[in-house]
Structure formats: C-alpha cells, structure tokens
C-alpha cells in the first residue's frame, strides 16, 4: 500500500531486531491503554465487517486462552497460536476453503485487519493473575503482529538438488516469488477502506502460477500503516531470511486513479503523512549504517516487459518520475526522468510514505545483500480500490468487490509476467 503525501495512495541496511511497546507504554507491569488504531473497533463498520464474515469469534478465543494461562510462556504459546490461525483463516476464506462465516466477500481483507485489532487490544489491555513485564507484553504484542501478517509462515520448497544428465542442470526447479501488501489506511476518511495489497497477499499466498518458463510459487506477508514499525525494523527482520532465496521479490501498495505504476525509482525520505496511528514523520529513513545511506535505489523487476503487457482493463505505468533536492540547490525539484546526481530525495516514483519506504527498504536490503544485479525486485502500485458511485455509507457493494477481484487477478499476471522476464 503506499501513498504520495499530496493524493491518495497506499500502501500500500542490515537486519534491525524487535518492535518496541506502542506510544501507549505502561508503567511496570500495568496494562497499556488502547492505541488510536484499535479504538477505532468501537465504532460501526468494524464491527459489522467482523460479524459478515465471521471473524467476530477469534479476539474472543484468543482473550480466553490469555485467561487461562498461569504464565508468560503459556500467553506466549496462545498468542502464537491464535495468530497463526488468524493468518490462515484468513487465507483460506480468500482462497476459497472453509466457510464464509458471512456474507461478505471472501477476497475482503478488512477481517483480518479488523480481527487483528481487535486481539492486539486484547493483549494490550489483558491484566494477568502472574507479574507481567512491560517488555513480556511487547514481545507477545511482537508476536501476534508477526504471526498475523504471515510474516512467520512463509515457507518455499528445498530447491532440488542437481544431478548430471537432467534437464535442470542448476536445479532451480520451481521458481519462488516473494509479495508483500498493506493493511487498510486513511481509516478517519473513510473508516469502510479496504487494502487491494492486502486482499492480493490473501489470495495469492502459497499459490501457484504458470509462466512459460514454468512454474512459480508465491508467498506473502502483510505489513502496518506504522511508522514506527517501520523506524524498528519490521521490513528487514521480515523480508532479510528469504531476499537469498527467492527468485524475484515486490512489494505491493495502493496507489493512484486507474493505474498500476511500476516504481522505477525509491528516495530516502519520509514526507509526514498521517499513518494508522495519526502520527507524522518526516526526515530521512531511519536505517542501520546512515553513513553509506544512498538518497535513491531502483526497481530491477522488468518495468518495461510489464507496462508492454495485457495484462488487465487497468493501464501500467513505468513510472520514472522523483521529486529531488538537486546538488547545489535548496527547494524541490520534480524530475520525469528520476533523479539527477548528487541530488537529495524528497520523494521517490512512489510518494514519500509508507509504500516509497517499504519499497526503499527492501531494494537497499536487496543491495547491501550483494543481489541487486541478480534478483529482481521492486514496487508495484495498484489502482486506488474504489466503492460503486453513489454508495457512501455500505461497507461493500458489487462495483467496489469487482475492483478489487480485478486488481487482485491483475496482480497476479503482473507477477507472471515478472517471473517470465527475470
């Protein structure tokens, strides 16, 4: 999901461990105050697309195994537990198994969003019979984040091993793609939003496609609309075990009007928009080693054979365009081309939020890595998911499911096409 800071967009370096307790933090052993994100689960709509798709019933589940438990490795144990099976329901109801628990539609990603909240509130706010630290709280609250988003559950197959005489000489096999999306933002506009980075990470994980070099398997994770998750690593501990393994990586965010826009260049610059929490940042990205901090890094997923494809009724763009500070110069400067050198980025072809830093993050990793010229890799914007005309109170209609089917199946011949190009 990303977002440009002046239009609506999502989201949507060595290794930083650990998220830190919420601006909420309590004092010793006492239980924090809910954040502004989950005091949001108060209002209607939340809880309407919780009861729809029947993911009301888990923050319950998760809140009596909490009650249950005689210690912190028992609360640790149900909140893995709870948020793995979280994850996966999720998944399933997007990919078509099981029950539908409602009427809502199964591509929705808004329940697991929702029902996330919902059991991070519950830990947030749990008052156990047994001391419980402030740093033990934060580490289950790290824990059911990660297990949620299936940032713990991505699993590729053993490549093969190769043997002489094969077709395979190299024994690559199945090829592994890497996709990332958002959680829901802009929540106070409009509180019924919905992610299509988010619902593509739903449907397309541990799927399979086929590309003429044969066949490709993708697994995905979900990232906050956090800075502060962001300033604490999330996106190297995440994406640093598989960047080696895999064959091609994107991460995925909202974007603009109609289009996709393939990112061709990523800046290092936070612009202050307001994230899911109604905090602003703004300055450099936060990353380990600044002293060789690069103001820009560029996609190297094929930009070109993707804009040329068919690949859906949306256009695709190789977008090029980079605000900057040029050398020399003191106000910025927006550049078609990209950036110019010695110049200071001020925002990158996808804005200056969360999607420009997700992408910024995972391509530097990429780099200090020693991959960027050989895995392909980088950001894909998708169109802004948008309601049927007229509707501003229903939290679905069938113009706003038909988009986001659309952008989630053309996402998906996206990736084909990237896979057969790299």
């Given at each position: ?13 060595a290794l930083l461990t650990g998220l830190t307790p919420t601006p909420a933090a309590s004092a010793a052993g ?27 019933t888990l923050a319950p589940r998760l809140a009596r195994a909490l009650d249950g438990a005689r210690s912190y ?247 090029t365009a980079v605000t900057e500070i040029p050398a020399g110069g003191t106000e910025p400067v927006v550049r ?87």
């Amino acid at each position: 999901m990303n977002l440009i800071r002046v239009r609506l967009g999502v989201l949507g370096l060595a290794l930083l461990t650990g998220l830190t307790p919420t601006p909420a933090a309590s004092a010793a052993g006492t239980a924090p105050s809910p954040t502004v994100e989950e005091q949001r689960l108060d209002r209607a709509v939340p809880r309407e697309i919780l009861r729809r798709s029947g993911f009301d019933t888990l923050a319950p589940r998760l809140a009596r195994a909490l009650d249950g438990a005689r210690s912190y490795g028992e609360a640790r144990r149900a909140v893995a537990r709870e948020g793995g099976a979280l994850w996966r329901r999720a998944v399933d109801r997007a990919q078509g198994r099981g029950p539908a628990g409602g009427d809502l539609s199964r591509d929705d990603d808004r329940p697991l969003y929702w029902a996330r909240l919902a059991m991070t509130r519950d830990v947030r706010t749990w008052e156990p019979e047994f001391a419980l630290a402030d740093g033990q709280r934060a580490a289950l609250l790290d824990e059911l984040e990660r297990t949620s988003r299936g940032q713990t559950s991505i699993r590729f197959p053993a490549r093969p091993q190769p043997s002489a005489g094969t077709a395979d000489p190299e024994g690559k096999g199945l090829k592994r793609i890497l996709l990332t999306g958002f959680d829901p933002f802009t929540l106070d506009r409009d509180i019924r939003i919905s992610n299509p980075s988010g619902a593509t990470a739903l449907a397309l994980d541990g799927t399979v496609v086929e590309t003429a070099d044969g066949p490709a398997r993708i697994e995905t994770a979900v990232f906050p609309v956090r800075w502060r998750d962001f300033t604490d690593g999330t996106v190297e501990r995440a994406l640093r075990p598989y960047l080696t393994r895999v064959d091609l990586f994107t991460t995925v965010s909202q974007g603009r009007v109609g289009r996709f826009d393939i990112e061709r260049t990523n800046g290092a610059w936070r612009g202050g928009f307001g994230d899911n929490e109604n905090t602003g940042r703004t300055g450099t990205i936060p990353i380990t080693d600044p002293a060789s901090q690069p103001q820009w890094t560029t996609t190297t997923l094929p930009h070109r054979a993707i804009a040329a494809a068919q690949t859906g009724r949306f256009p695709v763009y190789d977008n090029t365009a980079v605000t900057e500070i040029p050398a020399g110069g003191t106000e910025p400067v927006v550049r078609p081309d990209g950036p110019t050198p010695g110049s200071a980025a001020r925002a990158g072809g996808g804005g200056d939020y969360l999607s420009n830093e997700i992408a910024y993050r995972a391509t530097l990793l990429r780099d200090r890595l020693g991959l960027g010229g050989t895995l392909p890799g980088g950001h894909v914007h998708t169109p802004v998911l948008q309601f049927g005309a007229g509707n501003t109170t229903e939290v679905t209609d069938p113009e706003f499911t038909r988009n986001r089917l659309d952008i989630i199946a053309q996402v998906k011949r996206i990736l084909t096409v990237a896979a057969e190009g790299s």
